[in-house]
Nanobody
Framework: VQLQASGGGSVQAGGSLKLSCKAPRMILSVFSPSRKAWYRQAPGKQRELVAELTSGDSKKYQDSVKGRFTISKNNAVKTLYLQMNNLEPEDTAVYYC?????????WGQGTLVTVSS
């Protein structure tokens, strides 16, 4: 199953971006209840969890993005989103979507977000 991530780009500090992660070949009964998350990896750093949408639809965020980022999904189009507002230079990274299912752990290809001061 291939996840298609998009929406990255270059913005100035204070700007906004919305990342999308589509799972067109994942059947809805697998997509809907799965755990979904966004991770990011900045240059020279380890990959870190940014936001999580649990199988029970609870939302969890890394402290540094609370109040600025929002994770959501649209089951009808099998797409995961990450709305990022008030971006900071420290948010610069490659962002990866992740979906954990009973059939395996799936990753998007990564989308680059660059925030300039």
């Amino acid at each position: 199953v291939q996840l298609q991530a998009s929406g990255g780009g270059s913005v100035q500090a204070g700007g906004s971006l919305k990342l999308s992660c589509k799972a067109p070949r994942m059947i809805l009964s697998v997509f809907s209840p799965s755990r979904k998350a966004w991770y990011r990896q900045a240059p020279g750093k380890q990959r870190e969890l940014v936001a999580e949408l649990t199988s029970g639809d609870s939302k969890k965020y890394q402290d540094s993005v609370k109040g600025r980022f929002t994770i959501s999904k649209n089951n009808a189009v099998k797409t995961l989103y990450l709305q990022m507002n008030n971006l900071e230079p420290e948010d610069t990274a490659v962002y990866y979507c992740n979906i954990q299912t009973e059939y395996g752990d799936f990753w998007g290809q990564g989308t680059l977000v660059t925030v300039s001061s």
